[in-house]
């Protein structure tokens, strides 16, 4: 199976804040990565794909890029909305993973 | 993009079984990949499996592979997780729409099926 090791596990800032979050696989997987928000007691949201595809209608202040084995998800000023988990996940081959999860929380 | 309506919450005993399911609307409901997800209490999201309606074309996470059992009914556009249940079985179960075919994302979730499993 890959493994996808999302860091960090949680994280505090402030609304306006910009603030990364890492997805590193175990093996090469290409563009096939998807990052998704879960909001508290709500279902995941797809966010962005192919690595960098941000999702129609997603904020623009979410962008995501890739290098080698290495993904990120950049948020570049944080609004109140945002304080969430957040989720990569693989589906370059079966079993589909998902990162641990990134709780974004307000500092 | 399909949207999805899941059943209710369920309560059973340790031992028990139980059947969720998952109605799509929307174009094509045969011809997309449905998959399921579970998640813990307070933990991340495990993919359990994934059928295509139309051709009943099964795939499963050897973490899952002889505990549950995936099915459709195309019919009545409407995905089945049957589960036969253990007390560390309580969580939410998602069932998640794929976009195009099987090498790709999840585009559309439902809102989750909330099983608690105690004695």
């Known amino acids: 199976d890959i493994q996808l090791t999302q860091s960090p596990s949680s994280l505090s800032a402030s609304v306006g804040d910009r603030v990364t979050i890492t997805c590193r696989a175990s093996?090469?997987?290409?563009?096939?990565l998807a990052w998704y928000q879960q909001s508290a007691g709500k279902a995941p949201k797809l966010l962005l794909s192919?690595?960098?595809t941000l999702e129609s209608g997603g904020p623009s202040t979410f962008s995501a890029s890739a290098s080698g084995t290495d993904y990120t998800l950049t948020i570049s000023s944080l609004q109140p909305e945002d304080f969430a988990t957040y989720y990569c996940q693989q589906y370059y081959s079966i079993p589909y993973t998902f990162g641990q999860g990134t709780k974004l929380e307000i500092k | 993009e399909a949207h999805l309506v899941q059943s209710g919450a369920e309560v059973r005993k340790p031992g028990e079984s139980v059947k969720i399911s998952c109605k799509g609307f929307?174009?094509?409901?045969?011809?997309?990949?449905i998959a399921w997800v579970r998640q813990k209490p307070g933990k991340g999201l495990e993919w359990m499996g994934i059928i295509l309606p139309g051709r009943s074309d099964v795939r499963y996470s050897p973490s899952f592979q002889g505990q549950v059992t995936i099915s459709a009914d195309k019919s009545i556009s409407t995905a089945y997780l049957h589960l036969g249940l253990k007390a560390p079985d309580t969580a939410i179960y998602y069932c998640?729409?794929?976009?195009?075919?099987?090498?790709?994302?999840?585009?559309?979730w439902g809102q989750g099926t909330l099983v608690t499993v105690s004695s």
């Open positions: 192919t690595a960098s």
């Open positions: 929307g174009d094509s409901f045969a011809a997309s990949w």
């Open positions: 998640a729409t794929l976009f195009g075919t099987l090498w790709s994302h999840f585009d559309s």
């Open positions: 093996q090469d997987i290409g563009s096939s």
